[in-house]
């Protein structure tokens, strides 16, 4: 599955706020290198070694076209392409921070743990997640996905419930983060412009599997099927624009 930047940057200000709102949790790093996990077009990584310039930083994504637009301006980070799944710094880190990418990832217990273990003393996992999977934009998208055709494909590649509540992070974290821990969530109220405004926003993230799985007929059919149901959920307001309320959820936690 290919990632394209500039449709999921078409409400750069809405999906990059959250992330700049966790950057401004995290507070005094000790003494070592500092890496992101999914660093996207590397708007927050530019941010992160802006504010701590004696440290080594390096982004990590698995998306190459991800990569290309994020190295397009010249920086001293490191940009590297590697399965999150997989990756292992080679040094204990000050920082790993991720921003909207970890609900991509199975098995959060052993993750999580790992992500700890990569951490020097005092050193900071900082990650934010959307957890608005039971909002009408993701129930339809499952619905839609398992009443037509296309269901017995689909249905393998939906992603029903990819993060818990906050207590389950707080249980998995608090036996080693033993500088500190906090999660915490917050709902944002996306004011979104132009026509199926919710439609683009999820077609450039959590739709971008389902579509391509389907042949261009049946996705026609599909996303057709879906931004009507879409269109009735989220009715324009009386000035045009569209509401969306999106829950996420961040964590920090000091080793």
């Known amino acids: 599955m290919a990632w ?14 959250p992330g700049f709102d966790l950057l401004a949790r995290v507070g005094d790093l000790p003494s070592a290198p500092l890496a992101e996990l999914g660093c996207g077009t590397g708007v927050h990584a530019r941010a992160i070694a802006a504010r701590w310039p004696e440290h080594s930083l390096t982004a990590i994504d698995s998306s190459p076209e991800m990569l290309r637009q994020a190295a397009a301006e010249p920086s001293s980070i490191h940009w590297q392409q590697a399965d999150l799944t997989r990756w292992e710094s080679q040094e204990k ?13 199975d098995n959060h217990p052993t993750q999580f743990r790992r992500f700890m273990a990569m951490l020097t003393p005092g050193g900071i996992l ?9 909002a009408p934009s993701h129930v339809l998208m499952r619905q839609t996905a398992s009443e037509g055709p296309w269901k017995a494909r689909l249905d393998p590649i939906l992603r029903h419930d990819p993060v818990a509540g906050p207590e389950i ?6 036996p080693v983060a033993k500088g500190g821990l906090d999660v915490w969530e917050t709902e944002y109220l996306h004011v979104l412009s132009g026509d199926d405004a919710v439609f683009t926003w ?3 993230t959590a739709l971008r599997p389902l579509v ?11 996303e057709q ?15 045009g624009k569209t509401l969306l309320p999106f829950r996420r959820l961040f ?3 000091r080793a």
């Open 93 to 105: 880190l000050a920082l790993i921070f991720s921003n909207a990418v970890l609900q991509w990832v």
């Open 212 to 222: 391509a799985a389907l042949e261009p007929a049946e996705r026609a059919d599909f």
């Open 126 to 134: 900082a990650v934010q997640m959307p957890r608005n999977f039971g």
């Open 251 to 253: 964590i920090v936690a």
């Open 202 to 204: 999820v077609s450039g």
């Open 4 to 17: 394209d930047p500039s449709h999921y940057l078409k409400f750069s200000d809405e999906r990059l706020r």
């Open 169 to 174: 992070y707080y249980d998995l974290l608090v």
């Open 225 to 239: 099927r879906y931004r009507e149901a879409l269109r009735r959920a989220y009715p324009h307001r009386a000035d």
